[in-house]
């Protein structure tokens, strides 16, 4: 599982990119790190940027609930999301990771 940490309002959870991938998703895990495929190549923060973005859509909260809190120069980062529990993240990722298991 996810591991997702209480930070302050909000939460925080480890990604691993791969950028300048065919499409956008979800695409599994690594041991608690979850794995993120993102069409944007890894140049002038637009993989960062992207990731931001997909987050915003995938938990349907606005941008500006998503920092990335470390990690901003590599493959391994870690998100913060504010105004979302834990709870509602963990129900989120195992709906995407079910989904992606099923096709």
């Known amino acids: ?7 302050g309002d909000g939460v925080t959870f480890a990604v691993k990119v791969h950028p300048r991938a065919r499409r956008e998703r979800i695409s599994g895990m690594l041991g608690d790190v979850l794995k993120l ?12 940027d992207a990731c931001i973005d997909f987050f915003s859509d995938f938990l349907k909260v606005p941008r500006s609930s998503i920092t990335i809190a470390a990690g901003l120069s590599s493959r391994n980062k870690v998100i913060r999301v504010t105004g979302v529990s834990a709870a509602a993240l963990e129900q989120a990722f195992a709906t995407a990771l079910e989904a992606r298991n099923t096709h």
């Open 37 to 48: 495929e993102i069409t944007a190549p890894p140049l002038e923060g637009r993989a960062n």
């Open 1 to 7: 599982m996810i591991r997702i940490q209480p930070s």
